[in-house]
């Protein structure tokens, strides 16, 4: 009930596509949802989050889309750029503590 | 402002030494917590602290695991005797409130090879 799912583990995006990666959560009492980026050799770093009584969130070129029926929420890159290569983290939130996806390796090619 | 530090950033040891782990938060701010990524995996939480007293320390592994924050500033994590599964990316982080929308910042990591 505390795992948040992430996928895909892997994506290559061709410059200027979408990028979307998705997570899924058991636990209705999340109510925290953020979105962490790390380059190599770096921490996370905080991109995007959302809190459940708001369908979408936009910030740039990066949007999350949370379904809190379906308890579901993903991250869209537009206009994917290759500077946007790295990991990034789903997470999750009913406290102080995240509980983490696995993480998307993001190739962005030139 | 400085960001959370973390020392050192590789560590590689072997099975059965001991290693401590340091991290200084971001100054002002009363929560720290510990993080794991184990190749591959997602980031664990290993536990919280609020000033100098552990809130929660429900994702330590085991007992060879030990943290401290002294005096509620820099803390460190010990690991004895290391076992080759504690390989890994430590990461420390920190935020000022408490409460699931605060923002956490993490520190680069400490790299913790154990042949």
């Known amino acids: 009930q505390q795992q948040v799912k992430q996928s895909p583990q892997s994506l290559i995006v061709q410059k200027g596509g979408i990028s979307i990666i998705n997570c899924a959560y058991e636990n209705t009492a999340f109510d925290y949802f953020p979105w962490y980026q790390q380059f190599p050799g770096k921490g996370p770093a905080l991109l995007i989050a959302i809190r459940p009584d708001v369908s979408e969130k936009k910030e740039g070129r990066f949007t999350i889309s949370f379904n809190k029926s379906a308890k579901q929420f993903s991250l869209h890159i537009m206009d994917s750029q290759p500077g946007d290569s790295a990991t990034y983290f789903c997470a999750a939130s009913g406290t102080y503590k995240y509980i983490f996806g696995t993480g998307t390796r993001l190739k962005v090619l030139a | 402002e400085a960001g959370v530090t973390q020392f050192p950033s590789h560590s590689v040891i072997e099975k059965g030494q001991t290693v401590t782990l340091r991290c200084d938060p971001i100054s002002g701010h009363d929560n720290l917590y510990w993080y794991r990524r184990v190749m591959g995996k997602e980031i664990k939480f290993l536990l919280h602290?609020?000033?100098?007293?552990?809130?929660?320390e429900s994702g330590m592994p085991n007992n060879r695991f030990l943290a401290e924050r002294t005096g509620g500033t820099y803390s460190t994590l010990k690991v004895q005797p290391a076992e080759l599964e504690d390989s890994g990316v430590y990461f420390c982080?920190?935020?000022?409130?408490?409460?699931?929308?605060?923002?956490?910042?993490f520190g680069q990591g400490t790299r913790l090879t154990v042949v």
């Open positions: 602290f609020v000033k100098e007293s552990k809130q929660d």
């Open positions: 982080a920190s935020s000022r409130l408490r409460g699931a929308n605060t923002e956490a910042f």
